[in-house]
């Protein structure tokens, strides 16, 4: 069968081009199998007008056979009457009906063959369909994977990494100068308040001496006596 070898060729070659050209893999593939569900249909249709050819080639043979048979029988029954001239008439059309026997079996032989080859042309397309479909979702998901890849690289290959790196060490360094200043701050902060407990220590510890004093002078009769203070010995 030419026909379904050209185009099988012509096919192969709109899928090549197709592919050669394609910006968006995903809609090719899918592509690919509306066309190849495309070819399946058309050749079914091929095989079903070849099916109905062979019948009717078939039933041609068939009769010729019949044809062929019922003359011989007729010839038979002549002879059996003694009608011999009758016999050979019955013979000379059992012999053009034979060769329409052969004719027939040799039409019916090749278009028998022809269909045969469709029919195997029919399986193989959709066997190759079927492969075609089981291969779409790996074929896509492959095609997705290589885009986000695609991204990914164009998105690192468009960023300035030194930039990058010296914005990150600039607020590295400003924030470990915060961190110096809290520093400091608590660390004033610590300083204050340590000068103030020194004092009140201070004024504590000379109330206890005052204290002390008072007592000295109370047991020594000198009660009137105001203490002396740091101001008034000097």
């Known amino acids: 069968m030419g026909i379904f070898s050209r ?32 070819e399946v249909s058309q050749a079914t249709q091929a095989l079903g007008k070849a099916m109905a ?68 042309q029919v399986e193989t397309l959709k066997s190759k369909l079927e492969e075609a479909k089981s ?29 990058a790196l010296d914005k990150f060490n600039r607020m590295e360094e400003k924030v470990t100068r915060q961190e110096a200043e809290a520093a400091a701050f608590a660390e004033m902060a610590g300083s204050d308040s340590s000068a103030d407990e020194k004092t009140f220590e201070q004024l504590q510890h000379d109330m206890e001496v005052d204290a002390e004093l008072q007592r000295l002078m109370a047991e020594m009769g000198q009660t009137g006596a105001e203490p002396e203070t740091e101001g008034s010995m000097m």
């Open 7 to 38: 185009i099988g060729d012509v096919f192969k070659a709109n899928i090549n081009d197709m592919i050669d050209r394609a910006e968006d893999p995903e809609k090719m593939v899918k592509q690919i199998i509306l066309d190849l569900q495309k």
């Open 53 to 120: 050819s062979e019948r009717i080639a078939k039933r041609q043979y068939d009769n010729a056979v019949k044809v062929s048979a019922d003359w011989e029988a007729k010839a038979k029954a002549a002879l059996n009457a003694g009608e011999v001239d009758l016999a050979k008439k019955a013979l000379s059309n059992k012999v053009k009906a034979d060769e329409d026997v052969k004719q027939y079996q040799q039409m019916y032989e090749q278009i028998s063959a022809q269909t045969e080859q469709v029919r195997e």
């Open 135 to 163: 291969r779409q979702a790996m074929l896509i998901a492959r095609s997705q994977m290589a885009k986000t890849q695609k991204n990914l690289a164009q998105s690192v290959g468009g960023l300035d990494s030194s930039s």
